[in-house]
């Protein structure tokens, strides 16, 4: 058999195929979002508690907020924020990231703009492509109120994917600087460290696709504004490749659906 001078990760020194495993990215860089509500059209004045009012006018680029700036090269120096029409009183605003293929996470993190925070978040998982949606964890100034989940839940080796509700008082405070939340899929599962023989994990890990619901807000202005979307993971072969074609990039045959490796 002929092999490649070319540096094959998943072939050893032998010529013999080892485990290997892609490399580890921001999955959210560049990729695009659906936003349930975003500025801009309608124009209106906005302004929040800190900072001068401003314009959102989705025509005029240096007036707009669009989804894009959410996973786009993030200078703390120079924030770009998707920003959020107007929400009503009970309703919520949502963003989904579609990653077009099964990925191992290993956090997700949103960094706010200014102190336009909410009062509550919750993060979605989907391992069907948006068909259905399971909670990964849960943020709230009042988690029993809001969720109906304890504030004090803890994760043992029967509930290890279990989602959380960790109280944020201090974290979405319009009053704290830090201004980003991020979530570690393993952080506190007791089985974190035998990940690769935990399936439970494994599974728990997975996702094709990433929901946050942001609810109320801490502010009577009512409307968010996120600079950062980041997911940290490798996409899933397996141990079989060192990189992953997307099934937006595959031709399918008669219909087929699949994952291919290269």
């Given at each position: 058999m002929f092999y490649s001078n070319h540096h094959d990760p998943c072939i050893d020194r032998?010529?013999?195929?080892?485990?290997?495993?892609?490399?580890?990215?921001?999955?959210?860089?560049h990729k695009s979002i659906y936003a349930s509500s975003t500025c801009g059209n309608p124009v209106r004045e906005f302004c929040s508690n800190k900072s001068a009012c401003h314009l959102c006018d989705s025509s005029q680029i240096n007036t707009s907020y669009p989804t894009d700036y959410l996973t786009d090269i993030n200078n703390p120096n120079n924030l770009t924020c998707w920003q959020s029409d107007l929400i009503k009183s009970g309703e919520n605003a949502s963003l989904v990231l579609s990653l077009n293929k099964k990925f191992e996470?290993?956090?997700?993190?949103?960094?706010f703009c200014s102190d336009i925070k909410p009062d509550s978040m919750a993060i979605f998982k989907s391992m069907d492509m948006g068909l259905s949606w399971i909670p990964l964890q849960y943020y709230s100034n009042n988690c029993e109120e809001v969720f109906n989940k304890s504030s004090f839940g803890l994760i043992t080796r029967s509930n290890e994917q279990e989602a959380l509700c960790i109280d944020t008082k201090s974290q979405l405070s319009s009053s704290n600087s830090d201004s980003r939340i991020a979530f570690s899929t393993l952080e506190g599962?007791?089985?974190a460290y035998e990940f690769?023989?935990?399936?439970v994990l494994q599974d728990w890990v997975t996702a094709t696709d990433i929901k946050i619901v942001l609810l109320s807000t801490n502010t009577d202005k009512n409307f968010y504004s996120i600079a950062d979307f980041s997911v940290g993971g490798r996409c899933k072969c397996n141990g079989h490749a060192s990189k992953c074609i997307t099934n937006s990039q595959l031709t399918v045959n008669i219909g087929i659906k699949i994952d291919k490796y290269a």
């Amino acid at each position: 058999m002929f092999y490649s001078n070319h540096h094959d990760p998943c072939i050893d020194r032998h010529n013999r195929y080892q485990r290997c495993i892609p490399d580890f990215i921001n999955a959210a860089f560049h990729k695009s979002i659906y936003a349930s509500s975003t500025c801009g059209n309608p124009v209106r004045e906005f302004c929040s508690n800190k900072s001068a009012c401003h314009l959102c006018d989705s025509s005029q680029i240096n007036t707009s907020y669009p989804t894009d700036y959410l996973t786009d090269i993030n200078n703390p120096n120079n924030l770009t924020c998707w920003q959020s029409d107007l929400i009503k009183s009970g309703e919520n605003a949502s963003l989904v990231l579609s990653l077009n293929k099964k990925f191992e996470l290993t956090y997700i993190s949103l960094q706010f703009c200014s102190d336009i925070k909410p009062d509550s978040m919750a993060i979605f998982k989907s391992m069907d492509m948006g068909l259905s949606w399971i909670p990964l964890q849960y943020y709230s100034n009042n988690c029993e109120e809001v969720f109906n989940k304890s504030s004090f839940g803890l994760i043992t080796r029967s509930n290890e994917q279990e989602a959380l509700c960790i109280d944020t008082k201090s974290q979405l405070s319009s009053s704290n600087s830090d201004s980003r939340i991020a979530f570690s899929t393993l952080e506190g599962r007791p089985s974190a460290y035998e990940f690769d023989t935990s399936p439970v994990l494994q599974d728990w890990v997975t996702a094709t696709d990433i929901k946050i619901v942001l609810l109320s807000t801490n502010t009577d202005k009512n409307f968010y504004s996120i600079a950062d979307f980041s997911v940290g993971g490798r996409c899933k072969c397996n141990g079989h490749a060192s990189k992953c074609i997307t099934n937006s990039q595959l031709t399918v045959n008669i219909g087929i659906k699949i994952d291919k490796y290269a």
